[in-house]
């Protein structure tokens, strides 16, 4: 049997690796930072104020730059999976306000695309076709790896997480693009505090506030190759201050035992 992804992650989280990926202290050059970001997604990014908000505002912070010189835009579709957004359209210059490449492409898939061979097909064949466009502009693709369900959905099952990091980590790399391992994220502040509640109570779906701060702490790291550790935002005030401690560490950590694979 093929070793499973957060097995490999897990492992390396437990031997405390040495290897310094993300650099906490020293800014990257602006030229090699990514300024114009689309989220293409569903109702994963846009609950809670919207993923892409809380990481241009942690982007604000961490690289020490106006609000104006990040200039994020999410598209989402309710319970949409890839396949159903033109991203051909998005990329055109002024069909969605921009007249310049975006520097990133964040795609997220359905909540279910790895739980059945017809899903796991359907989104490697969209994340192919919008990879060859993205990467034509000259922009890098990013895989936004989904988190699992909470033990109260109808569809949880315990391998739920390894489904979903295997599907995300072969398209990343069958595609070339950069793995934000979200998923793995969840799955890691979950283990280290099995009482913590990431997910919306009344579905055991959506992410909470402290799920999507979590998320983008990740998102953060994954783009910007610095960790989320010190940073002072809070969603004003929304996330506890030890919460914000222990989400942003977890989210460091996910994000190096990733890379350092």
Same mark, same amino acid.
């Given at each position: 049997?093929?070793?499973r992804t957060r097995a490999i992650i897990i492992a390396a989280l437990a031997a405390m690796l040495p290897v310094q990926v993300l650099a906490q ?20 990014? !846009? !609950? ?8 241009? +505002? ?13 200039? $994020? +835009? ?30 990133v492409v964040v795609l997220q898939g359905h909540s279910a695309a790895a739980l059945s061979e017809r899903r796991a097909d359907a989104f490697n ?15 890098? @693709?990013?895989? !936004?790896?989904?988190?699992? $369900? ?28 950069? @793995? ?10 979950? +283990?280290?505090?099995?009482?913590? @509640?990431?997910?919306?109570? !009344? ?9 999507? $701060? ?5 998102? $953060? ?33 996910? @994000? ?6």
């Amino acid at each position: 049997m093929i070793p499973r992804t957060r097995a490999i992650i897990i492992a390396a989280l437990a031997a405390m690796l040495p290897v310094q990926v993300l650099a906490q202290d020293a800014p990257r050059q602006q030229d090699d930072s990514p300024r114009q970001v689309l989220f293409v997604g569903n109702s994963y990014f !846009y !609950y809670n104020n919207s993923l892409h908000n809380h990481v241009r +505002r942690m982007a604000v912070e961490g690289l020490g730059v106006p609000l104006g010189d990040l200039d $994020y +835009r999410s598209i989402t579709i309710s319970g949409g999976s890839l396949a159903h957004h033109p991203i051909a359209h998005y990329l055109t210059p002024g069909a969605i306000g921009y007249d310049t490449p975006f520097d990133v492409v964040v795609l997220q898939g359905h909540s279910a695309a790895a739980l059945s061979e017809r899903r796991a097909d359907a989104f490697n064949e969209a994340v192919s076709a919008a990879s060859e466009q993205i990467e034509a502009t000259g922009a890098q @693709v990013a895989l !936004y790896m989904t988190h699992a $369900y909470g033990d109260g959905h109808k569809d949880f099952a315990a391998d739920n997480t390894d489904q979903i990091a295997d599907l995300y980590t072969a398209a990343g790399e069958a595609a070339g693009a950069v @793995v934000i391992p979200v998923g793995l994220a969840f799955a890691e502040a979950q +283990r280290r505090d099995p009482d913590l @509640v990431l997910h919306q109570t !009344y579905d055991d779906s959506h992410p909470n506030v402290n799920g999507s $701060y979590l998320a983008a702490a990740t998102v $953060y790291a994954t783009l910007y190759g610095k960790s989320p550790q010190g940073l002072e935002y809070d969603y004003y005030g929304a996330v506890e201050p030890e919460m914000r401690v222990f989400l942003q560490e977890v989210a460091a950590d996910t @994000v190096e035992a990733l890379q350092a694979r």
